[in-house]
């Protein structure tokens, strides 16, 4: 607990959860390439980096960025974490969704300086997360595992530790497939539903206390019944997820029928400009392509998360 813990990327997710490192009582520093967003976190006691290279003065890093490229670069870019000529940092919990090919890069270039990489991708959005409902798939050393564990329960009271190397990106990969999948399988019916004459907000609430319901089926339901899209995840990083599937299934030879489908419709909804709101706004595709115009039910209805 005395570790020293430094955190790079508060967007969306790594906000929340660098805010509960640092509610928790983790001695954290926060560096964001838009300072601005990390300034807040100094009111719970974190501090606020100018530099990456500060954060090397840390035993433990965590990242929580976009893609690949955006991991390399604040890792071992010009100006990146490995720029510091002493790293005390021992060991790297990236979280981000990025590919296995990137993570084993990643892994080589840390073990080059003898740090050591646990890689540690999420399920959940800062809802979940603010929830205390997020969870962590690890996968690395096991040693490294068992480390970072006290700081891992620290924002989420959930980790699984799935093998050596890279397995964690794979777990990561086919969750967030299943996602696109389903998501997109909930607007189609939901859509076909009221087309039929049936409330998205009863249809749903059937569907929620079925046995087909799921956390992810409440959690969405307001915004599919009251049009509510403000952003959890946005329809390019989900386009990214997809593609990870569809190169994944493609390197291992598993057809992928319902992934290329979905990659499609999230392309489709970027296209038409659908880029700032949530990816949810999916059903309002399928209700263009059904020639419906969607409005908000103003039903109150619960998320699963309060
Ligand atoms: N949102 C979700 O529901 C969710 C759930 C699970 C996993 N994920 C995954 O978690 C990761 C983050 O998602 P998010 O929703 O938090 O995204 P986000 O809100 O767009 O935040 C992205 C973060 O990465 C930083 N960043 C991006 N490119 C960078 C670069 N080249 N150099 C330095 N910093 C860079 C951004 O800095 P700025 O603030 O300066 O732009 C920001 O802090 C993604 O891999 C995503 O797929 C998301």
């Known amino acids: 607990m005395t570790r020293k813990i430094g955190w790079i990327g508060v967007g969306r997710m790594g906000y929340a959860m660098a805010e509960r490192l640092a509610r928790s009582g983790a001695d954290v520093t926060v560096w964001n390439r838009t300072r601005e967003k990390a300034e807040p976190l100094a009111a719970h006691g974190a501090k606020i ?25 604040v890792i071992g870019g010009s100006q990146g974490l490995l720029s510091a000529p002493d790293a005390r940092t021992k060991l790297v ?28 991708p999420v399920s959940g959005n800062a809802k979940v997360i603010k929830a205390g409902r997020l969870s962590f798939v690890c996968s690395g050393p ?3 595992y068992d480390a970072a564990l006290p700081f891992l329960k620290m924002i989420a009271p959930s980790a699984s530790y799935v093998g050596d190397g890279e397995l964690a990106r794979i777990v990561k990969i086919c969750h967030n497939v299943f996602l696109g999948v389903v998501t997109q ?23 929620n206390q079925s046995v087909m319901g799921s956390t992810f089926s409440r959690y969405k339901t307001p915004a599919f019944v009251n049009l509510d899209f403000k952003v959890t995840f ?13 190169d994944a299934g493609k ?16 392309q489709t909804m970027i296209g038409n400009g659908m880029t700032e709101e949530d990816f949810a706004q999916l059903l309002l595709l399928q209700a263009q392509a059904s020639g419906m115009t969607l409005a908000p039910e103003n039903v109150p209805v619960d998320d699963g998360l309060s």
């Not at 607007?187 to 609430?205: C, D, M, N, S, W």
């Not at 390197?251 to 999230?266: G, K």
């Open 93 to 120: 919990i990236e979280c981000s969704s990025i590919s296995l090919e990137g993570s084993a890069e990643l892994r080589e270039m840390l073990r080059a300086r003898g740090i050591e990489l646990l890689a540690a």
């Open 49 to 73: 980096a100018g530099h990456l290279a500060e954060l090397a003065a840390c035993d433990i890093v965590f990242v929580m960025v976009s893609a690949w490229k955006d991991v390399r670069e």
């Open 234 to 246: 946005t329809p390019k990083l989900l386009r990214k997820d997809l593609d990870l599937g569809l």
């Open 185 to 207: 399988s909930l607007a189609e019916i939901t859509v076909l539903a009221q087309k039929a004459g049936v409330p998205r907000h009863a249809f749903l609430e059937f569907m």
């Open 251 to 266: 390197r291992f030879d598993v057809p992928m029928p319902l992934a290329a489908t979905t990659r499609d419709l999230v």
């Open 142 to 144: 096991r040693a490294a």
